[in-house]
């Protein structure tokens, strides 16, 4: 065997040495598939597969499948087919189904390098097979790979090859992220997703952004499903577990703590947190809000797994987290026409509130429900709901717009229902939250900020017949030269 004077133990000799080496295994860990699906963590691997003749796609597949060629094609280079052997199984080449445990990839390789039909002790494996042998050889074979073959190369359709990653895969990223656990990753992801978004808003024309937005489409519906079939736990175990246990549910039996685990510390509510107002961001940035669906299911089951174990203020902030997000859901359905499922959360999320005694929140939920009703024209309809909300929202946060959000969707049905001396004290109401001052609103959950007071009015009046009111209402609106928010 050629003696490979470049490397030293496992390292190659160098300013990457120990990065190569930390990425190696790493990736030996983790298998192949995660280079394509967190490129963040292999710079220097992605470096050097970019020699291959081009960088890795944009989007996720068309990645698994380029750095499949690619890796496999160095992996050629070692001197022997058992070595190449040992090493596609050790790193998960080019094998379909889920990733072995490590230890198992251990054994199957050893065997297939040894030609043994036993195992050596995976420390053993480590130490000889993978640190002392392998790896100096596969980064040398890394290092000095120059070029995919061309029946090898991925053929990317509709994307040019070295530009960064587009904020499709950021979402991937997020989504991908998210469904790991991994709140720090996807907070990054969601941050330069919402980023790019932004300046893709910017920069498009105003024809472009009235004519060409993107199509609101349909939602995934095995993850519809999945958040509808959690919403029907939500509500029982908030109640089950909430911290004025006077029927001793919490006195549960020992075979509990063995299913489900020691109970929820708390230690990551706040990551959890910063997870529900990006994600609040990413669906006022987006032109179509089914993308943050699948973000908001995967939130979902993380806050899920909180809840059940969930004790006293964790549990009083967790059912605070899922009212936020069962409302973003709700918005989601709702823009998708899906008024029977946004009803169905805003319910939960009302239910969710109400045992954290969140009051805001309690009243923004019962509020959205009653504005379905607005919508569909069932005026009639909203009123109970709408003086619960305001009930509720009394008692809240007087430093919050809250009961002046009440108002104003309170002075639209109204209208509706023609009673003119009604809207016009819930519109005055309404119009109060101009003279708030100091954050009214968090831009999330809440967001009344009474920039569409006079627009709001201007629809009451026109509903009443009153048209020059209507009209001056809205030359009011105008003459603020504010864009209204979305």
Request: aromatic share 6%; charged share 25%.
């Amino acid at each position: 065997m050629t003696k490979h004077g470049k490397f030293t133990d496992a390292g190659w000799p160098g300013p990457d040495a120990a990065s190569l080496g930390a990425e190696l295994k790493r990736l030996r860990r983790a298998g192949l598939a995660d280079l394509a699906m967190r490129p963040h963590r292999y710079p220097a691997l992605n470096a050097l597969l970019a020699k291959a003749g081009a960088p890795a796609p944009c989007d996720v597949l068309r990645r698994l499948e380029f750095n499949a060629a690619a890796f496999g094609a160095a992996l050629q280079r070692l001197p022997s087919d058992a070595m190449q052997r040992a090493a596609r199984i050790l790193f998960h080449v080019g094998t379909p189904g889920r990733l072995p445990a490590l230890e198992d990839r251990r054994r199957a390789a050893d065997r297939a390098y040894t030609g043994r039909a036993y195992a050596r002790e995976p420390d053993t494996i480590q130490r000889h097979l993978e640190r002392d042998l392998l790896d100096p050889l596969i980064l040398d074979a890394l290092q000095g790979f120059k070029g995919l073959p061309a029946d090898s190369r991925p053929v990317v359709i509709g994307s040019s090859w070295g530009r960064a990653e587009a904020p499709e895969n950021d979402l991937d990223r997020a989504i991908n992220s998210l469904e790991r656990r991994d709140l720090d990753e996807a907070a990054v992801a969601l941050d330069a997703w919402i980023a790019q978004t932004a300046r893709d808003r910017s920069q498009a024309t105003p024809y472009a952004s009235t004519v060409a937005a993107p199509t609101q489409g349909k939602l995934d519906r095995m993850n519809r499903r999945a958040l509808l079939r959690n919403l029907s736990a939500v509500g029982t175990l908030a109640v089950v577990r909430r911290p004025n246990d006077h029927l001793g549910l919490l006195d549960m039996p020992e075979w509990t703590t063995a299913r489900h685990g020691p109970p929820f510390d708390g230690s990551a509510l706040i990551d959890l947190a910063s997870i529900n107002t990006r994600l609040w961001r990413a669906f006022a940035a987006s032109d179509c809000k089914g993308d943050v669906f699948t973000l908001a299911r995967h939130q979902l089951d993380a806050l899920m797994d909180g809840l059940h174990n969930s004790r006293g203020t964790a549990h009083v902030r967790l059912c605070e987290l899922l009212s936020e997000l069962l409302q973003l859901a709700g918005e989601v359905f709702f823009d998708l026409e899906q008024y029977v499922e946004a009803a169905h959360c805003y319910t939960v999320a009302a239910s969710v509130s109400k045992e954290a005694n969140a009051r805001d929140l309690w009243s923004c939920a019962v509020t959205r429900h009653a504005f379905i009703s607005v919508y569909e024209g069932r005026f009639a309809e909203a009123i109970p709901l709408l003086e619960l909300s305001a009930q509720v929202a009394r008692s809240g946060d007087s430093q919050l717009s809250t009961r002046r959000w009440v108002d104003a969707v309170a002075a639209q049905a109204f209208a509706g229902m023609k009673d003119a001396a009604a809207c016009e004290n819930a519109i005055e109401s309404a119009a109060a939250v101009q003279g708030m001052t100091g954050k009214i609103h968090n831009g999330g959950w809440l967001r009344f900020d009474g920039s569409r007071v006079h627009e709001e009015r201007g629809s009451c009046y026109a509903q009443l017949d009153r048209l020059d009111e209507a009209e001056s209402a809205l030359m009011s609106a105008l003459d603020l030269n504010e864009p209204f928010p979305t």
